[in-house]
């Protein structure tokens, strides 16, 4: 078993200040050794239950994925599918009896948040609500979960969930994966490299900033890596839900489509003012989400400009997109000219050239 020692160990450790005063704690700066000594970076355990198994269902007929479960200490269980196998939106999942939960066509996991004090689950069972030529399904693992509380004491591969503290008398600034978090506590849940379902070693650095009273920097490097998905990214669709149901489709299409180049309208995030794409929330603006558009067909000669409605600042230029998944984070600036609880001028995609097909838009947390 791969072990990696995240508490109290940091290597690249760099320090900012005068070598003669280092290790000398005169009450308004400490010292890098001490900094560690006081911080921990602890990343969730995963422990296997259940290996690979394929079930075939009949419409109505439940199928007891697995029985009596110890819980104890655990924060979740969490069922991995292959996602190629829920081709359809006609599995539900419920744990102890409890009220079906409908699984997303194409979802590779289900996760059960455990209950505080809760130390058993009797069953978690998989039901097929119609007859249809997809009916068979194949679930990948169990694992049980582990939160930071108790991870380091425990066996397992590393989760997708990093947990960074510190105690130390220094104002505290955590970068984690590029999101920057600011106070002495931080956590993220991280992306786990992935194919259908087959999870990868993923590294991650994690780094301190760290200011003292009198000034003093230090910074200090956590390496560590995320193995299997101990707490899922949710995903949160802003446009083109694949999830949505006929008549909130009838209503709303929200299909895939093709901006015009010079077309301010057509990427304009306003449900009066836009084309195609609804108001963001202000909560999506002010919690500095990060956008991800699906994209296809994207043309050599791509060229976009992202500002706002009222052509009045511009927040990336020249952006180049890949099919696939593209990132655009909301900065701070973003969220006050753009939210409606801001200045309400709407975040705007505009293409100077080139073409591609814009299938959705989310975030995920």
């Known amino acids: 078993m791969k072990k990696i020692f995240l508490l109290f160990a940091a290597v690249g450790v760099l320090i900012a200040c005068d070598p003669v005063h280092e290790k000398i704690n005169n009450g308004s700066h400490i010292s890098v050794e001490e900094l560690i000594a006081q911080s921990s970076v602890i990343v969730d355990k ?10 075939t269902a009949v419409k109505g007929t439940p199928i007891a994925l697995i029985e009596g479960i110890d819980v104890t200490d655990c924060d979740g269980v969490t069922v991995y599918f292959d996602a190629n196998t829920v081709s359809d939106a006609y599995w539900t ?97 991280m992306k786990v490299n992935n194919d259908n379902g087959a999870y990868y070693e993923t590294p991650y650095v994690v780094t301190l900033t760290a200011l003292c009273p009198d000034g003093t920097k230090l910074v200090a490097e956590y390496p560590v890596q995320c193995d299997k998905i101990s707490d899922p990214l949710v995903k949160y669709y802003i446009y083109g839900d694949p999830n949505r149901t006929d008549d909130e489709k009838a209503e709303d299409p929200q299909e895939p489509f093709t901006p015009g180049a010079w077309d301010a309208a057509a990427m304009r995030f306003s449900s009066t003012e836009g084309a195609h794409l609804p108001t963001i929330p202000d909560d999506v603006y002010f919690g500095l989400k990060t956008l991800i558009f699906d994209v296809s067909d994207v043309t050599a000669d791509f060229d976009l400009k992202v500002m706002n409605g009222w052509w009045s600042n511009t927040y990336y230029d020249h952006v180049k997109w890949k099919d696939g998944l593209n ?29 591609m097909l814009l299938k959705t838009v989310y975030y995920e947390e």
């Open 327 to 355: 990132e655009l984070p909301i900065t701070q600036t973003m969220a006050n000219e753009c939210a409606k609880g801001g200045e309400g001028r709407d975040l705007d995609l505009m293409l100077y050239s080139g073409s």
């Open 93 to 189: 999942i419920s744990v102890d009896g409890g009220d079906p939960e409908k699984i997303l066509r194409n979802a590779g996991f289900f996760r059960y948040k455990v209950p505080d004090g809760k130390t058993s689950v009797s069953n978690i069972v998989l039901t097929h609500t119609e007859n249809t030529e997809t009916n068979t399904i194949t679930v990948n693992g169990i694992y049980k979960t582990f939160g930071a509380k108790v991870a380091p004491f425990k066996e397992g591969e590393y989760g997708n969930v990093i947990t960074c503290e510190t105690s130390a008398p220094v104002n505290a600034k955590w970068d984690i994966g590029g999101k920057e978090f600011l106070g002495n506590f931080a956590t993220k849940k």
């Open 46 to 55: 995963v422990n296997q239950i259940a290996g690979k198994n394929t079930y």
